[in-house]
């Protein structure tokens, strides 16, 4: 049982990262407490997706420094760089659960095959500890009864909330969701969101990037705008979705009201 509330659970210092001489994210600090979901908006380009991607190393920062629970990923070089060996990388990857767009459940695995990869090949736990969580986080997204399925015969929605109970099986300390709904046919959309909704009010820490603000009025701790790599507004809901500061998120709820 956690007994301190305010656990930071990530923190980002100065996160930068270029491609060539393209500034992506320019100096992105993040504080993330145990519990907190954070909804990140930004246009298209702003660096929404580099950012999540950075959290979990599949791009590597060109600067500044990403702490897991107070731990600082990778090892630091005498001139200060870092190296990031695979063994440290896959330790961050296995308590980072992501979530994307495109749901690449195993197409030649059940689901239920689905959610046991993970804890089997990677955490190394036994038959009955991964049968266990498939369980469990099938039972937590309302799929149990699909186990035996495949995911060809699951809706998107339905493969998707699949691709969740995945995450959640390595039982990670921050899941993120980049544009989980994007891909889904309307009404597919709700179900999805609601499993998310559902995790936010168990506890679970998420940083969400979506463009459902209906979702992220209800749902976030706190709303991140993001503009050119930088945060330019970030705080309540009530605060950026309904009385933002700054024209460029004025802009953009308009677009997407
Ligand atoms: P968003 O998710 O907010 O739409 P991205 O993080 O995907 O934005 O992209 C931010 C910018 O970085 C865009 O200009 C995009 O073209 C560029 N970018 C993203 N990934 C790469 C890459 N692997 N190589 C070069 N440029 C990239
Ligand atoms: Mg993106």
Redesign the pocket.
């Known amino acids: 049982m956690e007994t301190n509330q305010n656990t930071e659970v990530l923190c980002l210092e100065g996160l930068k990262k270029s491609?060539g001489d393209?500034l992506?994210l320019d100096n992105i600090d993040l504080r993330v407490t145990k519990g907190e979901t954070i909804v990140i908006l930004?246009a298209?380009?702003?660096?929404?997706?580099?950012m999540l991607r950075c959290v979990n190393f599949m791009e590597v920062p060109s600067g500044g420094r990403i702490i897991l629970h107070g731990e600082q990923v990778g090892k630091e070089n005498q001139n200060g760089s870092r190296t990031y060996d695979e063994k440290s990388l896959s330790d961050l990857r296995s308590r980072v659960g992501m979530v994307f767009q495109h749901f690449n459940l195993f197409p030649h695995m059940t689901v239920k095959q689905n959610v046991m990869e993970g804890p089997r090949t990677v955490l190394k736990c036994d038959q009955a500890e991964c049968e266990r969580r498939a369980k469990l986080y099938l039972d937590k997204v309302g799929l149990g009864w699909k186990a035996d399925a495949w995911p060809s015969e699951l809706s998107g929605g339905q493969q998707q909330r699949v691709a969740i109970a995945r995450a959640l099986a390595m039982e990670p300390d921050i899941m993120l969701f980049d544009e989980a709904t994007s891909a889904l046919d309307p009404e597919l959309v709700g179900e999805v969101l609601e499993t998310m909704k559902q995790l936010a009010e168990e506890g679970m820490t998420m940083l969400i990037?979506t463009h459902e603000l209906g979702f992220a009025y209800t749902v976030a701790d706190r709303v991140l705008f993001?503009s050119k790599g930088k945060i330019l507004e970030q705080g309540a809901p009530e605060a950026v979705l309904i009385n933002p500061k700054e024209e460029a998120t004025k802009n953009f709820l308009r677009g997407h009201g």
């Not at 298209?44 to 580099?50: A, D, I, N, P, Q």
Request: charged share 10%.
């Open positions: 491609f393209l992506v930004g298209s380009g702003s660096g929404k997706s580099t990037v993001l």
